[in-house]
């Protein structure tokens, strides 16, 4: 449509509306007979009922830009717990396993290390000092070894944890009413289906098993120590 106030009509100057044809008096409208090609398109406004209309639009945009992108967040954690469940079930027993190896290795390799330092494991003299450092290379090695298996798994839970805050801040801070339902749910989420990572279901990998491993082998190293004096 063209909109005109007076008897001449700037044909070049067009507003372009969502009202309806019998909304709007004939006496201020006419149809539009001109051609698309002939329309200069750098004069083309859009039509702006009021500021209201605005600030009535946006926030919708808005919030069902966060509602999609909570949804996005629940799905992500869903497939992440999925993942964390499949890990589990393939490679719980194999890490289980490498847990109890790499357990007794530690606590053989500190042992004869310690034993060999006070002169308990006899070992000849010119080779002595070869054989400590071997020792505690092994002990490097063993321990890399549990801090990759531990260290990523406590990383991955710590930010779930992390998740479960944010949601809660969130909550305190006051969306609408569909946004504020997502979070509801994302929070009942995080609560009832928690991701861990195991060892097979006996032992759950975090910092916390590293620290039960060492004090186990200083524990059993000691012991060893005492028996064997």
């Known amino acids: 449509v063209i909109l005109r106030s007076s008897n001449k009509t700037d044909t070049n100057a067009f507003v372009f509306t969502t009202a309806s044809w019998n909304s709007v008096p004939k006496n201020f409208v006419r149809e539009n007979a001109i051609r698309v090609p002939e329309i200069?398109?750098?004069?083309?406004?859009?039509?702006i009922d009021s500021s209201q209309s605005v600030n009535r639009h946006r926030p919708l945009r808005f919030e069902l830009s966060?509602?999609?992108?909570?949804?996005?967040?629940?799905?992500?954690?869903?497939d992440l717990c999925d993942?964390?469940?499949?890990?589990?079930?393939m490679y719980g027993f194999q890490i289980l396993l490498e847990l109890g190896v790499t357990?007794?290795?530690?606590?053989?390799?500190?042992?004869?290390?310690?034993?060999?330092i006070q002169g308990i494991h006899?070992?000849?003299?010119?080779?002595?000092?070869?054989?400590?450092?071997?020792?505690?290379?092994?002990?490097?090695?063993?321990?890399?070894?549990l801090?990759?298996?531990t260290v990523p798994c406590?990383?991955?839970?710590?930010?779930?944890?992390?998740?479960?805050?944010?949601?809660?801040?969130?909550?305190?801070?006051?969306?609408d009413q569909k946004t504020m339902s997502e979070l509801q749910l994302f929070s009942q989420q995080l609560?009832?289906?928690?991701?861990?990572?195991?060892a097979f279901g006996f032992l759950t990998l975090d910092c916390s098993l590293l620290l039960t491993i060492y004090g186990g082998v200083i524990t059993y190293v000691v012991i060893a120590m005492q028996f064997g004096k």
């Open 40 to 47: 200069n398109r750098d004069k083309i406004v859009p039509f």
């Open 66 to 78: 966060q509602q999609r992108n909570i949804r996005s967040a629940r799905e992500l954690y869903d």
């Open 83 to 89: 993942i964390s469940v499949l890990i589990n079930s």
């Open 103 to 116: 357990t007794a290795e530690l606590t053989l390799t500190w042992y004869l290390m310690v034993a060999t």
């Open 122 to 145: 006899a070992v000849e003299a010119d080779t002595s000092g070869r054989f400590i450092c071997l020792m505690a290379a092994w002990q490097l090695l063993h321990s890399f070894k």
């Open 147 to 149: 801090i990759g298996v």
């Open 154 to 175: 406590q990383f991955a839970t710590s930010e779930v944890e992390n998740t479960v805050v944010l949601v809660q801040k969130l909550l305190l801070a006051g969306f």
């Open 191 to 198: 609560l009832h289906r928690k991701m861990s990572f195991t």
